[in-house]
């Protein structure tokens, strides 16, 4: 990488960083924090709230994407982080659960991350977008595990509302990044004509099978990511540890899962073999939902065991983490130069409908058919996912 490229890689993973440390901190305590508001007690209506700034994102990820084409990417990141701090300032006025989903929702509309991603695929070339995309990954990895741990301490302090004041403080602390650290935004994207506002450059996009393939991947990584977050908690509560030590599963198995992808995924790469490593996550994704199930199902005979469930993250953190890397890597060498954004949005699209179908999905196949049900449901998406990304090809490298 060049000096302008790390420090453009750096400052985009902070950016991604900040905004996903918001997102993520809530998780581990929401379903038990949201519990103690007013209709806190439908699984289900939780689910939904936890997981509806997934349909928002879904709404808006490709005009953000499209407004980045046109009016530039920096202007449409400030915005987008702007909007995230006003749903975090609700969601922690927030009186009852539906004032908590309101918030959630708004959240949701600050749809930034094709327009980051597509900065960060406009300022690396083909041969270090992966690693600078990897930088994304593993900063988004490591505020999941900052998350985990910090979340339960912080809701004995001051409670979800105040982790929503964080998070709105994280966001402005985002917008600060992107104007004064972040570089200047060159102009390699191709201010969109308004022919292409109304759809050319969107149906490109639509119409690719690359694109695609990617599109419906992203959608299942994160659908299965929060889906099997309504169970795995409880597990581990099953297996002896208390809520406010869980960390101390997820913490070691992000980081090491980190250091397994750095070692494996950048020299497969460099050998030519993406598509194999590609493949070789989804498996491991698939795997883990059937082992899950597996502990879920003894479960009920004798209580799971810390080491079988923390053996298990690690090996899902490791195809989560090379996926992270190299999908969006994929997306942006796949897709048109006029239309980087459109794409990107587009992948994020389907990542944010990932999330809300996970959380809203993931609540009801929990409470109608058991933490068994949820996780074979998550392995035959994976398994879907696989048979569909097999004929994959590699794009070739750009200049």
Not at 130 to 151: D, P, Q
Not at 307 to 314: E, N, R, V
Request: net charge positive; glycine share 12%; hydrophobic share 60%.
């Amino acid at each position: 990488m060049t000096p302008g490229e790390r420090r453009a890689s750096a400052s985009l993973a902070l950016v991604f960083a900040l905004r996903m440390l918001g997102l993520f901190i809530v998780l581990p305590v929401f379903a038990l924090e949201a519990a103690r508001l007013p209709g806190g007690d439908d699984p289900a209506r939780v689910g939904l709230a936890m997981g509806l700034y997934g349909l928002t994102q879904a709404f808006l990820q490709i005009p953000f994407g499209l407004a980045s084409d046109r009016f530039g990417r920096k202007p449409t990141i400030v915005t987008g982080l702007l909007v995230f701090a006003l749903g975090s300032a609700i969601a922690a006025w927030a009186p009852d659960l539906t004032w908590l989903a309101v918030g959630r929702a708004v959240q949701g509309a600050g749809a930034i991350s094709a327009a980051v991603t597509a900065f960060l695929a406009d300022v690396t070339r083909d041969n270090v977008r992966t690693k600078a995309m990897a930088m994304v990954g593993a900063s988004i990895a490591l505020m999941f595990a900052v998350s985990l741990v910090l979340a339960p301490l912080l809701a004995g302090w001051v409670g979800l509302s105040g982790i929503f004041m964080l998070t709105c403080a994280l966001a402005l602390s985002g917008i600060a990044v992107v104007i004064w650290v972040a570089p200047p935004e060159p102009r390699v994207h191709q201010p969109a004509a308004i022919g292409q506002i109304k759809g050319k450059g969107l149906g490109e996009v639509l119409r690719h099978p690359g694109l695609m393939r990617m599109n419906l991947g992203v959608f299942v990584l994160h659908a299965v990511q929060l889906a099997m977050w309504m169970a795995v908690p409880a597990l581990l509560v099953q297996a002896g540890l208390p809520k406010a030590a869980h960390w101390q599963v997820y913490l070691p198995a992000v980081v090491a899962s980190l250091l397994v992808m750095g070692g494996v995924l950048f020299p497969m790469e460099r050998r030519g073999h993406l598509r194999t490593a590609f493949l070789i996550s989804i498996g491991l994704i698939a795997a883990v939902q059937v082992g899950l199930w597996w502990v879920a199902s003894s479960a009920e005979a004798a209580p799971p065991g810390v080491w079988a469930l923390g053996g298990l993250m690690f090996v899902f953190f490791i195809g989560f983490n090379m996926l992270e890397a190299s999908q969006p890597s994929l997306v942006s060498r796949m897709a048109p130069a006029h239309a980087r954004g459109a794409a990107l949005g587009v992948y994020n699209t389907l990542q944010s409908i990932g999330f809300f179908v996970g959380g809203a999905a993931g609540g009801w196949l929990a409470r109608a058919h058991g933490p068994t049900g949820l996780f074979v449901a998550c392995a035959v998406a994976a398994l879907v996912w696989l048979a569909v990304a097999w004929p994959m090809q590699e794009p070739a490298a750009r200049r």
